[in-house]
């Protein structure tokens, strides 16, 4: 039997896949359905593209007109973050400076 975790993350592939942006050229679902829920040694292995689908999917969700405009690249920030774990370290320190710099300039 399916967790809830896999039961909503197929639901989900199969919601999507109903919207073009979401096919191939020949209308089959571009998403891929993962068999169970990856760990933290399992995340880096996760491709590029499917990484670029999940911004695509994030974009939609935020109603944000791309991923990549300028400066601001999700793509490329969640390629890093989940395809290169030596540099997540490195990478959480500056969120965590960001945030804490958000926060205080908001007092």
């Known amino acids: 039997m399916k967790d809830k975790n896999q039961?909503?993350?197929?639901?989900?592939i199969d919601f999507l896949s109903q919207f073009s942006q979401y096919q191939d050229h020949n209308g089959k679902s571009s998403l891929t359905k993962?068999?169970?829920s990856r760990t933290s040694g399992q995340v880096e292995k996760i491709s590029t593209n499917d990484i670029n689908k999940?911004?695509?999917?994030f974009t939609d969700l935020l109603n944000i007109y791309?991923?990549?405009v300028g400066k601001f690249d999700l793509y490329r920030l969640l390629q890093?973050?989940?395809?290169?774990?030596?540099?997540?370290?490195?990478?959480n320190e500056v969120v965590e400076e960001a945030l804490?710099?958000?926060?205080?300039?908001?007092k």
């Open 34 to 36: 993962v068999k169970e």
């Open 54 to 57: 999940g911004v695509v999917i």
């Open 100 to 106: 804490k710099y958000k926060y205080q300039t908001k």
């Open 7 to 12: 039961d909503r993350h197929e639901k989900l």
């Open 80 to 91: 890093a973050y989940i395809s290169v774990p030596e540099f997540r370290d490195k990478i």
């Open 66 to 68: 791309s991923g990549s």
